[in-house]
């Protein structure tokens, strides 16, 4: 697995190449909870280059999205592919993820929030 | 030897086990029109209508005698014939050979040394006989063991060796190296790994699936969605990826999980294989969801039918409770009999249901009586219960010696829990007083018992209920120490 990270008006946006399995979740781990450090921070994970994402994947996601909300932090994913949507969607973890078509819409509606 | 094997009828008869009855196995007969036959009688010509008459046949089944262990005359319904005893190498009787027309009232002398130089023969063809019925019954009780069994495999057994399956094409469809199916319980207490394949060795017992602190974190109150928790738990085993959905029923409560996992050397997942894994895990929620909704339907269907057997005990005092006490004479019974727990709790549950059958008949005729032990095991046949449930229930009136109702079956033939019925609905029946006469004390009960052993009571199940008896371990009415019996 793969990153970048950038930010976009004040929107850390992680972009993860690659899958994200139980080989490469503890890294995605390590690098969210490195970004999800304050109140303040608010991170943008975009999914559009990911080919397949697995249970443990979801559940770096789903941790990092409960950490931030415990902190007052603003968590959010990108742009995932139709593969890793219907993960989501199949685990049910959807419902529990804010999740954006792209991550210009879920930049600007981080800023805002 | 020729003087005997010219006799033109010959009939075998063959004893029961217990040697009190002889059936008919064998017949050699001259045909209706031989001229050598007698003429029919006045009175059969009447009971034919005059026109024609029938061959007269020798009886089916005749009683055991004292006589009957001598070469002698005996008088038929097909006239008389020269009767010789079969005994076997330990000098037991196994059957009668029955030869005529006889000549006159005594047997001559070279009739019985025509018989006795054959006698041995004789005796081989009788045992070779009563071994072929003997496998062949064996046979049928196997036969029905295995109906029983494709009964069973209707629901728990049945569901477990699907979801193996299930998932076993799940992984080779999707060419996974591993998964495994986990099902909640009722109370939602967490997952119980049922099939698993390709995962390490004890994994199915030891890993953690408790819905608190285990491998995955699974709440109905987040509308049921899964995820891996602990991922250094899955990294410790060498699981590269792991992938679990959720299995829910219609309204999504939690029914369990269908997990693929790759250790490195599977395909790793792609677009396709969630095709697949969507399918399956269909297949496999829909096998759960059924089985549990039948599973509830049977366990409800079950209390009705078992409500139904106290309300005919209420229908009389001296019945009142009369199932819950065969209910509990017979799993004491069945549990010093020294059967499995399975059997023992089948005992019970067929206890607590046996007379049930009773509850179609409207009047209490004899008629309907002695088939409600067949009725009652049809109330309750296609539960997914013990096979020893039903087959008790059909059986609780069969005799060990095959005097019994409705089917007459003996021996071994009865099925075993049937045997424990049988013995501890007598022994209610006996120890309850009612209109007529108190109830029978402990010791004659332990008379009775014994004086049954081996004719009407499985001698085992007859000598565990005299053990409890002894120990005054049954549960049995308060009866008293002396008091007039009738």
Known sequence: MEHQLTETDGVRVLAVHGRIDVSSAMTLRDLLGAQIDSPAARVLVDLSDVALIDSSGIGILVTAHRRAFGQ???????????AVARVFAMTRTNKLLAIYDSVEVGVAAMRRG | MATLSERPDAYLYVAEPGGRRLHLEHTKARPAADPTRMAPGPLMQTLEGGAEWSVPTPPFEVALGPADHHPRVVTSPVGRLYSFPVVDAAGELTGLVQAGPALGDDLPAAVARSYAERADEISLVLAVTRREEELRSRLASATAQVEAGRRLAGSAVDVERLVALLLDLGLSSTRSDAGFVAISGEGRDGLTVRAASGMPDGFAATVDLSPDSGLFDWSAADGGALFLRDVEAADAIGIRSLLAVPLLTEDGQPLGVFALVNF?????????????????????????????????????YLTTVEGLARA???????????????????????????????????????????????????????????????????????????????????????????????????GEDIPLVGRVLATA?????????????????????????????????????????????DQDALALPAAPLTGRET
């Open chain 1, 72 to 82: 007052g932090a603003n968590f959010a994913i990108a742009a995932p592919a139709a």
């Open chain 2, 264 to 300: 490195g050397t599977g395909e790793p997942l792609d677009e396709q294989s969630l095709d697949l894994l969507e399918a399956f895990a269909e297949q496999i929620r829909l096998m759960l969801n059924n089985a549990r909704l039948f599973g509830t339907f049977a366990d409800r």
């Open chain 2, 312 to 410: 005919l005990d209420a229908r009389r005092p001296e019945s009142v409770g009369h199932h819950d006490l065969v209910s509990d004479v017979a799993a004491a019974i069945a549990r010093e009999a020294g059967l499995d727990e399975e059997e023992v709790d089948a005992a019970r549950v067929a206890g607590l249901v046996h007379d049930v059958g009773l509850a179609a008949s409207s009047d209490g005729g004899w008629e309907f009586d002695v088939e409600h032990p067949s009725v009652g095991a049809s109330l309750i046949g296609h539960l997914p219960l013990h096979p020893g449930v039903a087959g008790a229930v059909a059986a609780h009136h069969e005799w060990f010696d095959g005097w019994g109702f409705p089917q007459g079956s003996r």
């Open chain 2, 425 to 469: 609905e007598f022994l209610v029946e006996m120890a309850t007083p009612d209109a007529v006469r108190p109830g029978r004390p402990a010791a004659r009960l332990t008379d009775e018992l014994r004086q049954r052993r081996g004719s009407q009571f499985d001698p085992r199940m007859a000598d565990a209920a005299v053990r409890l008896l």
